[in-house]
């Protein structure tokens, strides 16, 4: 941990030269047996090297039939380059396996051997190889340094998508055992425990009932956080790491007191008290699926009318793109769907469904439902860091970036001064902290602390012309990453926060 | 020698209709289990078609990348699309009027093929992280565009080979009946070119081109909360609990 420094801030940021093997041999800890069979996953590799070979092989052949982008981006790229410069892991670490072209070859080439034929008849000529164990350590290495933030699928002429090939990549991986530890550990606590931190319900209960109390000391108000009640008419699904880690904790109060000073009836539930899932980090559907399923039994058997999720970047990836497929959190289902109907009938179509906090905020505050001091927020110079996931891969409210819209309205709703970051870095074109994607782990910290650079740099200068002195942002993954690299580049660990952190310093509460 | 020639030249066409179809029916067959447009995405199929319109003719995403590829890459896909229909006029009589008209931007568009083709492959060349994704095949494929400009125009403006009688062999090909081919290197280099060409763009990057409208990032429409959209195998996991 101590000697992890933080590159230097390139002066104009031209696109850096290659280091080739900077970043080799850099990899998280390879799971282990008992974190890998939890899950359902071979607990390691085959002692026989043929054997992992052609179970690879079976598995990529099966990838390619069950995902379309998978097998269009194999075939389309031209090496064009438009994405080489674009990945904030290469502009940090000058790795050129880094490139987002160059992570993808290193399966092209496998996929050209195996599968096509110029490939089978003159692996030289197009860049075709073997698959070995050496080539398998390189994918295990490269492809969890990327945190399938998407920002390369901005630029591709063919909007070649390297998040999924990373993620057939980590499929395949753990298909023969090959496994990253932090992701499958997590995945295995959210399945046994019920959120990725491992919080047992009754711990929670205490948690909830100790932020009562201190939110009364701070406020003189009674504001609940209320677990498991049926009935209620919103479901508050949100990341756990809102439930006590900082400044995360800020904008869960945030979420409480909007829907107090609103008067809607909430709840969180112990069974689903995570918004993450990582089943989405390591491309796994039946991850996926089982575990965005919690939140549909949660939803039943608690009869909520409307889900809403709190500030999370991946999670409202997965809730707003793929509930609706994953569980039926949604609308328009056919009407013989039995399976999507259950639930569909029971929701509050009035509604989106699901319903990012943001956007709740948002229409209480259009609805003259909500009132704010702004000047509580005086002491903030703020600016908005787009987080990956709600930027590339979701939307809010009812027209074509909306995600970028929204959560500046409200900044803008609850404090006087917002500035922005340079063009290029923010709305689709934002860089990613540089710990998404399953990397927020301590083994990556030096992979983390070189991924932010871009951000970093940003950040700098809007703090150099406008004094900005907080960043704002709607990530639990963001927030955790920040606090930790950003002292790193010599900021203050406080300047990162929750949208609905600076909602809750301005709201006006009391009888309104 | 005429003979060789045609049939080759069927062989090779078959072989790019066919093995064209194959690749695109293996993309249209395989399932989309989830939404992925990259956001932010049209919320509506007429902008979904603008968007791909957008993409195709400008080279949308292209232009936000990068802009010497761009103009390199504009440049050269423009040209080689005048070239292309200048083409017609072997193929067909009384040539249409349209094809007449744009005759002689067709000639000069040759050249300025060959000059995007050349700044493409300077970069390739000369700039180091491209030149690191280059594979043998990237710059062959560009030797062999250029290698096909560079002997059209030769015949267009140099050495001049009897077009009446290359016309003549072209309708007859097309009726399947065989008229003499003018024996000329440079056209029978050029005509070599463009079968090889056509025989491997089913198997190679070639393929960016059905590629780029089955892309699901660029494809589908932003409305996975409006809409279930759900994949035959991933529905059968639910008739399993
Ligand atoms: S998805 Fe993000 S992290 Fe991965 S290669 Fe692309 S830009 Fe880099
Ligand atoms: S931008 Fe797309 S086509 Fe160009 S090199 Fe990158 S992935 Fe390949």
Redesign the interface.
């Known amino acids: 941990m101590a000697d992890v420094a933080a590159p230097a801030y390139r002066i104009i940021p031209i696109?850096p030269?290659?280091k080739p093997g900077a970043m080799e041999g850099k990899g998280p800890f390879v799971a282990n047996e008992k974190i890998n069979e939890a899950i359902g996953f071979p607990g390691k590799m085959a002692e026989n090297w043929q054997e992992t070979h052609d179970a690879v092989i079976a598995k990529m052949g099966e990838l390619?039939?069950?995902?379309?982008?998978l097998?269009?981006?194999m075939?389309?790229?031209?090496?064009?380059?438009?994405?080489?410069?674009?990945c904030h892991y290469f502009i940090g670490t000058q790795d050129?396996k880094n490139?987002p072209?160059?992570r993808q070859?290193l399966m092209r080439s496998v996929y050209r051997r195996y599968f096509?034929?110029?490939g089978k008849l003159f692996p030289?000529?197009?860049?075709a190889r073997d698959l070995t164990r050496e080539v398998l350590d390189e994918w295990y290495n490269y492809f969890n340094q990327c945190s399938e933030c998407?920002r390369c699928?901005?630029?591709?002429?063919?909007?070649?998508?390297t998040a999924?090939v990373t993620m057939a990549a980590r499929e395949i991986l753990d298909s023969v055992g090959y496994g990253q530890k932090y992701s499958n550990e997590i995945i295995g606590k959210v399945h046994r425990i019920g959120n990725n931190l491992g919080l047992p319900g009754p711990a929670l209960q205490d948690t909830l009932e100790g932020l009562e109390e201190d939110v009364k000391d701070a406020t003189g108000i009674d504001i609940r956080f209320p677990m498991d009640v049926k009935g209620a008419e919103v479901l508050l699904i949100t990341p756990s790491a809102d439930f006590f880690a900082e400044p995360h904790i800020d904008s869960l109060i945030g979420y409480a007191k909007v829907f107090h000073a609103t008067g809607t009836s909430w709840t969180l539930s112990s069974m689903a008290s995570e918004a993450g899932n990582f089943g989405m980090f390591i491309g796994n559907?039946?991850q996926l699926?089982k575990i965005a399923l919690r939140i549909r039994e949660a939803a039943l058997e608690l009869g909520v009318k409307r889900i809403v999720v709190g500030e999370c970047g991946h999670a409202w990836r997965v809730a707003?793109?793929?509930w609706?497929?994953l569980t039926?959190v949604?609308?328009?289902?056919?009407a013989n769907?039995r399976?999507?109907q259950m639930l569909q009938k029971q929701l509050d179509h009035r509604y989106?469904?699901?319903t990012h906090i943001c956007e709740f905020t948002w229409d209480m505050i259009q609805d003259e439902r909500l009132s704010f001091d702004k000047s509580k927020n005086d002491k903030h110079i703020i600016t908005f860091h787009d987080s990956c996931n709600v930027?590339?891969?979701?939307?809010m409210g009812?027209?074509?970036?909306g995600?970028?819209e929204i959560p500046r309205n409200i900044i803008k709703a609850v404090a006087n001064n917002y500035v922005e970051m340079r063009d290029g870095t923010t709305r689709?074109?934002t860089f990613c902290c540089g710990g998404g994607g399953g990397l927020l782990t301590d083994d990556l910290i030096d992979l983390r602390v070189k991924g932010a650079l871009p951000r970093m740099e940003v950040l700098q200068e809007t703090v150099d012309v406008h004094g900005v002195n907080f960043m704002a942002t709607i990530c639990a993954i963001c927030k955790a990453q920040f606090t930790k690299v950003m002292p790193i580049y010599g900021f203050d660990r406080r300047m990162v926060g929750g949208v609905h952190q600076l909602v809750s310093n301005a709201i006006i509460l009391g009888d309104k | 020698m005429s003979l060789l020639f045609a049939i080759l030249l069927y062989a090779t066409t078959l072989l790019f209709v066919v093995g064209l179809f194959q690749?695109i029916r293996?993309?249209a067959n395989?399932?989309?289990?989830?939404?992925?447009p990259?956001?932010?995405?049209?919320?509506t199929q007429t902008?979904v078609v603008l968007r791909m319109t957008r993409?195709v003719l400008f080279?949308e995403?292209?232009f936000?990348?990068?802009l010497w590829?761009w103009a390199m890459?504009a440049l050269f896909h423009g040209s080689l699309a005048l070239v292309l229909l200048r083409h017609l006029r072997y193929f067909t009589e009384p040539v249409w009027g349209w094809v007449a008209l744009i005759q002689p931007f067709g000639a000069y568009a040759g050249i300025t093929m060959l000059a995007g083709l050349g700044g493409l492959w300077a970069?390739r060349l000369f700039?180091?992280?491209?030149r690191?994704?280059?594979?043998?095949?990237?710059h062959?494929m560009l030797v062999l565009l250029m290698g096909i400009a560079a002997s059209g125009l030769t015949m267009k403006f140099i050495t001049h080979t009897d077009v009446v009688a290359v016309k003549g062999f072209f309708l007859g090909w097309l009726h399947f009946s065989i008229q003499p081919l003018p024996a000329d290197a440079i056209l029978a280099l050029h005509l070599f070119s463009v079968m090889a060409l056509l025989a491997?763009f089913p198997?190679?990057?070639l393929?960016?081109a059905p590629?780029?409208f089955?892309?699901?990032?660029?494809n589908q429409t932003?409305d996975?909360?409006?809409?279930?959209?759900?994949s035959a195998?991933?529905a059968k996991?639910?008739s399993e609990n």
Request: with cysteine; net charge positive; hydrophobic share 30%.
């Open positions: 696109i030269a290659l390619l039939s069950k995902y379309r982008s097998k269009v981006y075939d389309a790229c031209v090496h064009c380059g438009a994405c080489s410069d674009k050129p490139m072209v160059a070859d096509t034929l110029p030289k000529l197009v860049g998407r699928s901005v630029f591709c002429p063919y909007g070649i998508d999924e559907y039946e699926r707003y793109s793929f609706n497929t039926g949604g609308d328009g289902a056919d769907d399976f999507a989106k469904q699901p930027a590339r891969g979701s939307r009812d027209f074509a970036g995600q970028f689709e074109q | 690749r293996g993309y395989t399932p989309v289990p989830l939404k992925i990259t956001t932010p995405a049209p919320t902008g993409e080279f995403s292209l936000k990348a990068n590829t890459s970069r700039v180091e992280r491209i690191y994704i280059s594979t043998l095949s990237d062959l491997i198997f190679s990057k393929l960016h590629g780029v089955f892309s699901p990032t660029r932003d996975p909360r409006e809409k279930r959209h759900l195998w991933a996991l639910e």
